[in-house]
């Protein structure tokens, strides 16, 4: 079974929910945004069933270039990571 495109998962919304497909484009585009600056601004931001985003200091550490072996100093770095909500594993997973 292949993966929903973008268009085909805002087609499937439009027609669950009953609103015009334009409509629910605007709300994921404004979703999407919402959720992009509250991680920048407060570091997390939470899709109640569904999950969250969380911003995440890695610390600096060593690591190994796989062609020479070669131990490489990776820098501290800041990343975005999200986690499953609890209810979304276990409706996927049961």
């Not at 085909?8 to 009953?18: D, F, N, V, Y």
């Not at 131990?71 to 499953?84: G, N």
Request: overall charge positive.
């Amino acid at each position: 079974m292949a993966k929903m495109t973008k268009s085909q998962t805002l087609a499937a919304l439009a027609e669950k929910t009953g609103l015009a497909k334009k409509d629910v484009v605007g709300l994921m585009d404004e979703l999407v945004n919402l959720a992009y600056s509250e991680v920048k601004k407060v570091g997390e931001f939470v899709l109640p069933g569904f999950g969250k985003l969380v911003k995440v200091n890695r610390k600096a550490r060593q690591g190994r270039n796989p062609a020479t072996g070669e131990t490489i100093q990776i820098p501290a770095k800041t990343v975005v990571k999200f986690r499953l909500a609890k209810a979304a594993k276990e409706a996927v997973l049961k």
